[in-house]
T-cell receptor
Framework: RKEVEQDPGPFNVPEGATVAFNCTYSNSASQSFFWYRQDCRKEPKLLMS???SGNEDGRFTAQLNRASQYISLLIRDSKLSDSATYLCVVRQFDYKLSFGAGTTVTVRA | GAGVSQTPSNKVTEKGKYVELRCDPISGHTALYWYRQSLGQGPEFLIYFQGTGAADDSGLPNDRFFAVRPEGSVSTLKIQRTERGDSAVYLC???????????FGQGTRLTVV
């Protein structure tokens, strides 16, 4: 079983729509959780950390459910510039980052 | 430099050859990671350094892969007797501490022909 599993998508949504997707992780002892964004042929960049109480950063909302071992990301009012691959990342043992395969989102005009 | 720098950005090599990939982390960052990413996949962990020592090399696929960080800054990933299956983007990341953001370089795209 992979350490981090994501719905690969693709999610194809119109501008202004809301899109949400999840990932699940296998290690209940995982320490920290993140969403990274990766554009085509570019390096991953941190989008936001995910906290137990849930957190927002502008149009982005992240949730963590430790009991069910899943993390979610919701994007409101989608922009063309939100088109990217979103990587779910789980930190093990305070250093090792484990990545999901990514969820592809395409926002169309 | 301001970010993580990786060289070369692209490397084409023949099967069986030896290659070295270099990573120059953000100044002062003690933690350094190497990852490998194949098309359509997320980055796959290879090795982690804390300072000069490899704290975890469990992701190295076999003994053809080796990495060093002799002075606790620049790191080199070395691949011997390259195979076509080694073709991927090799990503390096650094962070300032155990639970802080990891910043990635733009990667080295390795193609073994």
């Amino acid at each position: 079983r992979k350490e981090v599993e994501q719905d690969p998508g693709p999610f194809n949504v119109p501008e202004g729509a809301t899109v949400a997707f999840n990932c699940t992780y296998s290690n209940s002892a995982s320490q920290s959780f993140f969403w990274y964004r990766q554009d085509c042929r570019k390096e991953p960049k941190l989008l936001m950390s995910v906290y137990s109480s849930g957190n927002e950063d502008g149009r982005f909302t992240a949730q963590l459910n430790r009991a069910s071992q899943y993390i979610s990301l919701l994007i409101r009012d989608s922009k063309l510039s939100d088109s990217a691959t979103y990587l779910c990342v789980v930190r093990q043992f305070d250093y090792k980052l484990s990545f999901g395969a990514g969820t592809t989102v395409t926002v169309r005009a | 430099g301001a970010g993580v720098s990786q060289t070369p950005s692209n490397k084409v090599t023949e099967k069986g050859k030896y290659v070295e990939l270099r990573c120059d982390p953000i100044s002062g960052h003690t933690a350094l990671y190497w990852y490998r990413q194949s098309l359509g996949q997320g980055p796959e962990f290879l090795i982690y350094f804390q300072g000069t020592g490899a704290a975890d090399d469990s992701g190295l696929p076999n003994d053809r892969f080796f990495a060093v960080r002799p002075e606790g800054s620049v790191s080199t990933l070395k691949i011997q007797r390259t195979e076509r299956g080694d073709s991927a983007v090799y990503l390096c990341a650094s962070s300032s501490g155990l639970n802080t953001e990891a910043f990635f370089g733009q990667g080295t795209r390795l193609t073994v022909v």
